[in-house]
Each structure stands twice: as structure tokens, then as C-alpha cells.
């Protein structure tokens, strides 16, 4: 069992910089792909970036693409979600998400999901 709890949300103006962190309980957290999804009030969740349990691949939105990096620290069981120039668009509620392979979190199927945390652009 994998349980992640996301932190580091909170409301900025448009451009301002955020990062998200998510730690992970469980002794097999490095064995795992990771990834972060949004989902904005009235729209379906969606993917934003993953990476692999070694940190060597990682996939991005082409919305997030340039502006957001994901990295991981398996020491400390946690991935991070550095987010630079918001946007408003960019308002919603992320979410981490552990799963076997990067292919699986893209798509949707990870196997465990944080609680979400809130993150609001001003324009």
C-alpha cells in the first residue's frame, strides 16, 4: 500500500511560481512511476507530467509543458512539482498519483491517488 499526501497549494497571481510537493508512506515508493493530474471545477481530471521511478523519463502536458518540471527524491519519498509562470488556466485541483509504469499514470489507471490539494491563478 502506497498513501500520498499532497502540499504546497495555495493562491498567487498570474506568473508567480509554485511547487508542489506529495510524500509517499511505504517502503516501495522508489519502484513506482509517479505523476500529478488536475482537475479544474467543471472539467474532467487531466494529466499534467509523470515520471519514472528512476527519474531518468518524464512525459509533460503540452499545456505544462516549458513552464512545469516533475522530479522526485526516492530518499525522501516524495515528488515534487515545480510550476513556473502560472497562468489562471492553470487554476485547479492537483492531484499525485503512484503507479507501475509512466504508461500507466499517463494513462490514468496509477494505482493510488493523493486527496488533492488547491491551487488558484489570479490574473
Excluded: H
Excluded at 33 to 40: E, H, K, L, P, V
Amino acid at each position: 500500500q502506497v498513501q500520498l499526501v499532497e502540499s504546497g497549494g495555495g493562491l498567487v497571481q498570474a506568473g508567480d511560481s509554485l511547487r508542489l510537493s506529495c510524500a509517499a508512506s511505504g517502503r516501495t515508493f522508489s519502484s513506482y512511476a509517479m505523476g500529478w493530474f488536475r482537475q479544474a471545477p467543471g472539467k474532467e481530471r487531466e494529466f499534467v507530467a509523470t515520471i519514472s521511478w528512476s527519474g531518468v523519463t518524464t512525459y509533460y502536458a503540452d499545456s505544462v509543458k516549458g513552464r512545469f518540471t516533475i522530479s522526485r527524491d526516492n530518499a525522501k519519498n516524495t515528488v515534487y512539482l515545480q510550476m513556473n509562470s502560472l497562468k489562471p488556466e492553470d487554476t485547479a485541483v492537483y492531484y499525485c498519483a503512484a503507479g507501475v509504469s509512466v504508461s500507466s499514470v499517463v494513462a490514468g489507471t496509477a494505482d493510488y491517488w493523493g486527496q488533492g490539494t488547491q491551487v488558484t491563478v489570479s490574473s
